[in-house]
């Protein structure tokens, strides 16, 4: 689990053939919500020796192959609905009404590790929507959070990526705006900004997790203080993308490796220090691994 800290230089340091000093963030690594579902997957692994896993536990390759080692198996929607009598895992990012209808018609036992801060956003919208407001979503299309809050509004919410997307000249003059929750809390309020700037009545509700945007100041932090920065982290982490450019920014020697095959020893110089730090999908023994392949260099 993650661990904040003042101060998050760890005592794992240590030399290389090419004299690096490497640590590792000790505030990187799986947050509440991840570490809550990957644990649920574990108890009911362990007890019955399978699972099925309603898409990619976490958004990290290397932690998903480990787990399906012990038996979790990834399905997809066309597969949940050919399902019968069985458990099937629903993840940290939530899923829509729909899915609870399907389970409930096949007999099928949700093991719901939905994280609470996504879940409370999912209610929050849902009254919204039932109270006619004109919901916009800033949000990933197509990521597996956004399906499961749009889900909330029958379809109806506007989801963007970026402001650009929108014509704000024939918006509606009064709209609710709400975020996933892994945005950019900087974004989402210069993006009400924006909107106010054109005339529009913004009721914006700030649903980005605190455990993820408080990431951004503790890895600037993290980042300024080695000449080299490794940010490891699953290709399709939303939430990796934007802390590695947050590193990227603050250390313009930043790179990004999804394990450690991906290190290229040209990066460094001797008697460099480097940091390695991750997103909140990242495991701890990911990050061990590539310290280890450092230090070997």
């Known amino acids: 689990m993650v661990v904040s800290a003042s101060n998050n230089l760890t005592a794992q340091d ?16 799986f947050c509440f919500g991840v570490v809550y579902a990957i644990e649920m997957a574990e108890d009911i692994l362990n007890e019955f020796g399978h699972l099925y896993c309603l898409g990619d536990i976490v958004h990290n390759d290397e932690e998903v192959r480990r787990l399906e080692a012990k038996g979790l198996e990834i399905i997809d929607h066309d597969k949940l609905v050919s399902l019968r009598d069985t458990r099937v895992l629903i993840r940290a990012h939530g899923e829509p009404p729909a899915t609870y209808q399907i389970a409930l018609e096949n007999n099928l036992e949700l093991i719901d590790a939905s994280c609470p801060v996504v879940l409370k956003l999912q209610n929050r919208i849902r009254n919204s929507y039932d109270k006619g407001d004109k919901i916009y979503l800033y949000g990933k299309h197509g990521h597996a959070e956004v399906i499961g809050l749009l889900g909330q509004t029958h379809q109806e919410a506007i989801v963007f990526q970026d402001i650009a997307e929108l014509d704000l000249e024939t918006m509606p003059k009064s709209i609710t705006l709400y975020s996933q929750t892994t945005k ?109 392949a450092l230090q070997a260099l």
Not at 15 to 26: A, E, F, N, Q, T
Request: glycine share 8%; net charge negative.
């Open 184 to 292: 950019s809390t900087d974004k989402f309020y210069e993006i009400v900004q924006t909107f106010e700037d054109h005339g529009i009545e913004v009721r914006s509700n700030d649903t980005i997790c605190r455990q993820v945007s408080n990431r951004d100041a503790e890895l600037r932090n993290f980042a300024k203080h080695f000449d080299k920065i490794v940010f490891v982290s699953g290709s399709k982490s939303s939430n990796g993308k934007v802390l590695f450019n947050v590193c990227k920014d603050t250390n313009p020697s930043t790179f990004f490796v999804s394990n450690p095959a991906g290190i290229d020893p040209s990066w460094f110089s001797p008697s460099d220090s480097v940091g390695i730090c991750g997103a909140t999908s990242t495991p701890l023994w990911l990050m061990e691994q590539v310290q280890v």
């Open 14 to 29: 240590s030399g290389s053939k090419l004299g690096l000093r490497v640590s590792i963030d000790s505030g990187s690594g």
